[in-house]
């Protein structure tokens, strides 16, 4: 099984670019979730969505969007790329309350 | 409102020595928690969870967490370190199910493991 897939896994943008991150899921999974990782930080929620077709803010949403296309796929969008926005983005699933899968993660650098 | 604080944020033991890592949580209601693995460069694993039946929780690769309401911690320990062990340990309180699940992460132990 795949399970939490991300895309890309490495990105450097330049400061004001846009981007989308990828992430799909084929556990069936309702609930779909966006961090960001920063060091001494753990994790923190960028968005999240608990069924197909609804989303909310997590703790960080500022700067981002997110699109929850269907129920395998959920993307974040940055429109206009910062330095500050330099992270490791990881995207999970779960079903209930159940714990969540996470991806691999996507490493993006800003300059 | 739910939180979770790692009481230390990097613990260094000898191969074979035993490991604990420690975890306090706060939380208006009978939590759930969690302990994450994270391997350098790698995406997080589910190492065990505590979800209000036994205090004692078992996980994968000999880890294992007591949970204690009266002092509100959830350690992490395994009799005997493995060199494979080193890596960043996260402790995780759940949000609500109708909150979407959402989860609170400690501020991350990272593990070194010495030969």
């Known amino acids: 099984n795949a399970g939490v897939t991300q895309t890309p896994k490495f990105q450097v943008l330049k400061t004001g670019q846009s981007m989308t991150l990828q992430c799909a899921q084929d556990m069936n999974h309702n609930s779909m979730y966006w961090y960001r990782q920063d060091p001494g930080m753990g994790l923190r929620l960028i968005y999240y969505s608990a069924s197909e077709g609804t989303t909310d803010k997590g703790e960080v949403p500022n700067g981002y969007n997110v699109s929850r296309l269907n129920k395998r796929e959920f993307s974040l969008r940055l429109e206009s790329a910062a330095p500050s926005q330099t992270s490791v983005y990881f995207c999970?699933?779960?079903?209930?309350?159940?714990?969540?899968?996470f991806g691999d993660g996507t490493r993006l650098s800003i300059l | 409102a739910q939180s979770v604080t790692q009481l230390d944020s990097h613990v260094s033991v000898s191969e074979g020595t035993p490991v604990l890592l420690r975890c306090n949580y706060s939380s208006s209601y009978s939590p759930s928690l969690f302990w994450y693995v994270q391997h350098p460069n790698k995406g997080l694993q589910l190492l065990l969870k505590?979800?209000?039946?036994?205090?004692l929780v078992k996980g994968i690769n000999g880890f294992e967490a007591e949970f204690k309401k009266s002092e509100t911690s959830f350690h992490l320990t395994k009799p005997s370190a493995h060199m494979s062990d080193a890596a960043e340990y996260f402790c995780?309180?759940?949000?609500?199910?109708?909150?979407?699940?959402?989860?609170?992460f400690g501020q991350g132990t990272e593990l070194s493991v010495k030969p």
């Open positions: 995780v309180v759940s949000g609500m199910v109708n909150q979407g699940g959402k989860l609170i």
């Open positions: 505590y979800t209000s039946a036994a205090t």
């Open positions: 999970a699933s779960s079903y209930g309350g159940q714990p969540q899968h």
